[in-house]
């Protein structure tokens, strides 16, 4: 159960709740398989994020939520952070590599079977099929950059890119049931 809005913060000692509790170790399941994490990494993952709420109780106003909302903001924003973090240190690559040849990640993945290397294949051609400012809009994401930085490096506004690119990206990826 979720705490009521103007519920105030835990005790310091009492800071991770068992719903929080939950939470985590949900998020964390959800992380395990991309960029590379593996199961032995969820303890891992739990405790950064226990750590990372536990530093933002400061952060936390009654007012504006209840403590399990704040709490799981500051859990989405954690791993969002983490992935961007991971890609730009080049410790991981963007899900849908776009080189002509495989990537040392598709290389060394022992889970990639022929019917995901056609999925690539298949995003890529439609990638190279897209009008030119939706296509380096979706190379700007597949290679980890958010809306700001790819708006910027384009010459184009935030708002086209979030209202008129990105909707058209989904449309096209949908159309051809992706």
């Known amino acids: 159960m979720a705490q009521e809005v103007n519920a105030k913060p835990p005790d310091p000692e009492n800071v991770i709740t068992p719903d929080i509790r939950a939470h985590v170790k949900a998020t964390a399941t959800r992380m395990i398989g991309h960029a590379a994490l593996q199961k032995d990494d969820f303890k891992d993952l739990c405790?950064?994020?226990y750590l990372e709420i536990i530093k933002n109780v400061p952060n936390y106003d009654a007012t504006k939520s209840g403590f399990y909302t704040f709490a799981c903001l500051v859990i989405k924003n954690w791993r969002?952070?983490?992935?961007t973090k991971r890609i730009a240190a080049g410790h991981d690559v963007p899900t849908?590599?776009?080189?002509?040849?495989?990537?040392?990640?598709?290389?060394?993945?022992?889970?990639?079977?022929?019917?995901?290397?056609?999925?690539?294949?298949?995003i890529r051609t439609i990638v190279n099929s897209l009008p030119e400012i939706p296509r380096l809009v979706c190379l700007g994401f597949m290679a980890g950059l958010g809306t700001r930085e790819i708006s910027k490096k384009l010459g184009i506004t935030r708002y086209y890119v979030q209202r008129v690119i990105i909707p058209y990206l989904q449309f096209r990826f949908r159309k051809e049931n992706f």
Do not use: W
Request: hydrophobic fraction near 25%; proline fraction near 3%; glycine fraction near 2%.
């Open 47 to 49: 405790q950064s994020m």
């Open 96 to 122: 849908v590599p776009l080189g002509s040849i495989q990537s040392q990640y598709e290389k060394t993945t022992s889970e990639n079977s022929v019917d995901d290397y056609m999925r690539r294949l298949d």
């Open 80 to 83: 969002s952070d983490f992935f």
